[in-house]
């Protein structure tokens, strides 16, 4: 089992940062990577960053590019979403998922965090 744990939500206004953060626990070795959902009311989850924890590849949602940064700390099993230039359509609630290395699906969930952008 993986447990996450994510941190760092909050209001905002437009054009802030947020800097969200993943913790990783338990069998860490058995996933592939992390990734960051979000669902906005009304709206399916959608994958906004993904990273592999050995580096070398990152997904970006065209939404997001150029204005959020995922990174990692391998010592740490942690991960990071830093969110710049945030819109009002990024408020929601963000998740971290971590992807089985043998399925290579997300299977472990956090339990999100609430992001809401003000105008």
């Known amino acids: 089992q993986v447990q996450l744990v994510e941190s760092g939500g909050g209001l905002v206004q437009a054009g802030g940062s947020l800097r969200l953060s993943c913790a990783a626990s338990g069998r860490t070795s058995s996933t592939y990577g992390l990734g960051w959902f979000r669902q906005a009311p009304g709206k399916e989850r959608e994958l906004v960053a993904g990273?592999?924890?050995?580096?070398?590849?990152?997904y970006y949602a065209d939404s997001v590019k150029g204005r959020f940064t995922i990174t990692r700390d391998i010592a740490k099993n942690a991960m990071y979403l830093q969110m710049n230039s945030l819109k009002p359509e990024d408020t929601a609630v963000y998740y971290c998922?971590?992807?089985?290395?043998?399925?290579?699906?997300?299977?472990?969930w956090g339990q999100g965090t609430q992001v809401t952008v003000s105008s």
């Open positions: 998922a971590a992807q089985s290395s043998n399925t290579m699906t997300y299977i472990y």
């Open positions: 990273s592999r924890w050995s580096g070398g590849y990152t």
